[in-house]
Nanobody, 121 residues
């Protein structure tokens, strides 16, 4: 069993900051890419940022320069520092990790339960 547990969401004013965390636990052999997605009401889930095990990062154009993704491989944890938040960043944010549970198993996607981020005055 593998679990991804997110924390750090909440209500923040425009221009404010939040830091999301996501810790993977359970039977884990190896983690490849970890990332964050978000889904606003009426919209499809979209990729926000991702980071490989080697540290390569990519970001959605809408968050470049404002959000920073990082990870602690020793803790199987990924972070998303969100600065200069805008109302349009309001969404449920989901953690994603591509995980190999055993040496002989394939990599597969795992998801967290989601954490609400609301940007409003």
């Amino acid at each position: 069993q593998v679990q991804l547990v997110e924390s750090g969401g909440g209500l923040v004013q425009p221009g404010g900051s939040l830091r999301l965390s996501c810790a993977a636990s359970g039977n884990i052999f190896s983690i490849n890419t970890m990332g964050w997605y978000r889904q606003a009401p009426g919209n499809e889930r979209e990729s926000v940022a991702a980071i490989t095990s080697g540290g390569s990062m990519n970001y959605a154009d809408s968050v470049k320069g404002r959000f920073t993704i990082s990870r602690d491989n020793a803790k199987n944890t990924v972070y998303l520092q969100m600065n200069s938040l805008k109302p349009e960043d309001t969404a449920v944010y989901y953690c994603n990790a591509v995980i190999k549970r055993w040496s002989i198993s394939p990599f597969r996607d795992y998801w967290g339960q989601g954490t609400q981020v609301t940007v409003s005055s």
